[in-house]
C-alpha cells in the first residue's frame, strides 16, 4: 500500500470513531433528556394528585340510605314559614336510579347525583322551586313545580335547560 492509500484508510478509521462517538454522546443526551421529562411528568402527576385530594374537588361524605335527612319535630319548625310546614315536597324525590333530590322541612336539602352529594337551601314560592346550591360547582336554578300525590313535576326555568322531569316520592323509612 502506498502512502496516500495508508492515509485515506487512517482517515476514514478517525472518521468512523468519531462517528461512533458522536452516536453515542447524541443517545445518551436522549436517554438523559427522556428520563428527566419522565421524572418531571410523574412528579406534576404526584402534585396534581395531592392537590384535588386535599382541596374541595374530593367527594363529600355519602349518605347511608336516607339515615342523613335532617328531620325536625314541630316545635322546631315552628318559626319557618308556613309553606315548609308538612309541605307535600318534603322528602326524598327520586328522579332515576342515579339521581335524588331530598328536601328537608328546615328549608335545607341536598341533591344525590352518581353518588356525589351537593348541599343547597331552597325556597318555594307560589310554584317555584328555588335551589341555591351550597357550592359554587353547582349551578343555582329554579323550578316551577307540582306535586301530585307521589309525583313531583319539575319544570326548568332560570338555571337550568329547561326541560321536563318527573321523579318519584321515596317511601319513608322508620
Known amino acids: 500500500m502506498n502512502e496516500k492509500e495508508e492515509l485515506n484508510r487512517n482517515t476514514y478509521r ?3 470513531i468519531k462517528r461512533n462517538s458522536t452516536k453515542k454522546q447524541e443517545n445518551r443526551k436522549r ?3 427522556l428520563s428527566t421529562l419522565s421524572i418531571i411528568i410523574l412528579v406534576i402527576v404526584i402534585v396534581l394528585i395531592v392537590v384535588i385530594r386535599s ?3 374530593s367527594r363529600s361524605k355519602l349518605p347511608q340510605g336516607n339515615n ?3 328531620t325536625n319535630s314541630a316545635s322546631e319548625t315552628s318559626s319557618l314559614p308556613d309553606i315548609y310546614k308538612g309541605n307535600e315536597i318534603i322528602g326524598t324525590w327520586r328522579y332515576d336510579e342515579y339521581n335524588q333530590y331530598t328536601f328537608n322541612s328546615d328549608g335545607t336539602g341536598f341533591l344525590m347525583a352518581d353518588n356525589v352529594r351537593y348541599d343547597y337551601v331552597f325556597e318555594l314560592s307560589d310554584d317555584k322551586l328555588i335551589l341555591d346550591f351550597n357550592k359554587e360547582i ?3 336554578c329554579e323550578y316551577k313545580y307540582q306535586v301530585n300525590g307521589e309525583e313531583l313535576k319539575l319544570i326548568g326555568g332560570s338555571g337550568t335547560d329547561g326541560g321536563e322531569y318527573y321523579l318519584e316520592k321515596e317511601e319513608e323509612k322508620g
Open 14 to 16: 478517525t472518521q468512523a
Open 31 to 33: 436517554i438523559i433528556i
Open 55 to 57: 382541596s374541595n374537588w
Open 68 to 70: 342523613d335527612i335532617v
Open 138 to 140: 353547582v349551578k343555582d
